[in-house]
């Protein structure tokens, strides 16, 4: 979770790290789907789930979708709840 200064820096980042560290994080194979506000990666063991809120950007990452998927719901339940 990260709080940017301003929405335009936020979006910034986001793009920065939705293209920047796939390059070289992922060995093999990796898979990408995308909208404005979020994005998935698989790849290298790893599964992501990238969103950007305002200001704010949060990420999960876990060993595969399924796993990366219940921790994103879980999380946003939890952010929605304060």
Do not use: C
Request: charged share 25%.
């Amino acid at each position: 979770m990260w709080k940017a200064e301003s929405e335009v820096e936020a979006t910034v980042a986001f793009e920065a790290y939705y293209e920047d560290p796939f390059e070289d994080y992922f060995s093999g194979s990796r898979q990408k789907t995308r909208t404005p506000s979020w994005f998935t990666f698989e790849g290298g063991g790893t599964s992501g789930f990238v969103w950007k809120s305002g200001v704010w950007i949060f990420g999960v990452e876990a060993g595969n979708a399924e796993m990366r998927n219940h921790a994103a719901a879980e999380w946003v339940q939890e952010l929605r709840s304060r």
